[in-house]
C-alpha cells in the first residue's frame, strides 16, 4: 500500500481555500498510486486558534460540503479540523474518509497541549479504522507523546498509526525525530506523521515540515521528492 503524508502551508483561517488544496494534493497522491492520504492538524485553517474562537462557522463536520473537494478525490483522507459537538467548544478531529467519499471514523484528540484546552474539548474514545485489510489508529500531535495512546492501537491489532501534527523549526525538529520513531520501535507498528511546512497561526512561528513514515524499527522510510510514500504490510 502507499501511504501519502501531505504537507502544506495553510490559507489562514479559510476552509475552502485549504479544502481546494488538499483536494489537489490527494489527487496528486491518487496519481502516483497511493491510496491513503493523511493531512497536518488543523489542515483546514491552520493553527489560527482565535479565529477558531471568534467564528464558529470555521468549525468543519464529516459532512460539511467544503469538504466536497476532498472527499471527491477517489482516494481515503484523513484530515484533521475543528469538529462541531453540539456544545460550545468544537474537538480537535481527525476525519476519515473512504475513497468513494463515505465516511469511516473520527477520532477526537485526548491530549490538548497548552491553550487549547481553552478552546476544544477534549476527546475520550479512540480512533481506528480499517483499509485494505489494514488497521489503522490515530493520533494528534501531543497525543503522540502518550505511548499509551499507539499502545492501546497495537494491542488491539493496528499495524499503522497515523499522526496529524504540527512541529516547528525550533525543539519541534527533535521532539518529531524521537518521539515517532520511538512509537514504531516501542509498538511495532509502521507510523506516518503528516506536518505543516510554513507560517502555522500566530505565535507559532514556521512548521518545519518533515512528514514521513517509520518503519518497524523506527527508521524513516524512503519517500519520493513529491512527499507520497511506500509501505508494504
Known amino acids: 500500500m502507499k501511504i ?20 489537489d494534493l490527494a489527487a496528486e497522491a491518487r496519481a502516483q498510486g497511493a491510496e491513503l492520504v493523511v493531512f497536518p492538524e488543523l489542515a483546514l485553517t491552520g493553527y489560527e486558534l482565535d479565529a477558531l474562537a471568534a467564528d464558529p462557522g470555521l468549525w468543519t ?22 469538529l462541531p459537538t453540539g456544545g460550545p467548544r468544537p474537538a ?6 473512504d475513497a468513494d467519499g463515505a465516511h469511516v471514523t473520527t477520532y477526537a484528540k ?6 487549547e484546552q481553552e478552546l476544544f474539548r477534549a476527546g475520550e474514545d479512540d480512533g481506528r479504522f480499517e483499509l485494505g485489510g489494514i488497521r489503522f489508529c490515530l493520533g494528534v500531535c501531543y497525543d503522540n507523546h502518550f505511548p499509551e495512546l499507539p499502545g492501546r492501537g497495537a494491542a488491539d491489532g493496528c499495524r499503522v498509526h497515523l499522526a496529524s501534527s ?12 524521537t518521539v515517532y520513531p520511538g512509537i514504531a520501535r516501542e509498538h511495532g507498528m509502521y507510523v506516518v506523521l503528516a506536518n505543516h511546512v510554513g507560517r502555522v497561526g500566530p505565535g507559532r ?24 510514500m511506500r509501505w508494504a504490510p
Open 4 to 23: 501519502a503524508a501531505a504537507q502544506l502551508t495553510c490559507v489562514p483561517a479559510d476552509v475552502r481555500a485549504n479544502a481546494a488544496r488538499a483536494a
Open 205 to 228: 512561528g514556521a512548521a518545519g515540515g518533515g512528514g514521513r513514515p517509520y518503519g518497524l524499527g523506527g527508521d524513516g522510510l524512503r519517500r519520493d521528492g513529491r512527499g507520497v
Open 61 to 82: 463536520a464529516a459532512d460539511d460540503p467544503r469538504l466536497d473537494p476532498l472527499r471527491s478525490a477517489g482516494i481515503a483522507t484523513a484530515v484533521n479540523v475543528a
Open 92 to 97: 480537535l478531529a481527525t476525519v476519515v474518509h
Open 110 to 115: 485526548q491530549h490538548l497541549y497548552r491553550h
Open 166 to 177: 504540527l512541529y516547528g523549526t525550533g525543539d519541534g525538529i527533535h521532539e518529531r525525530a
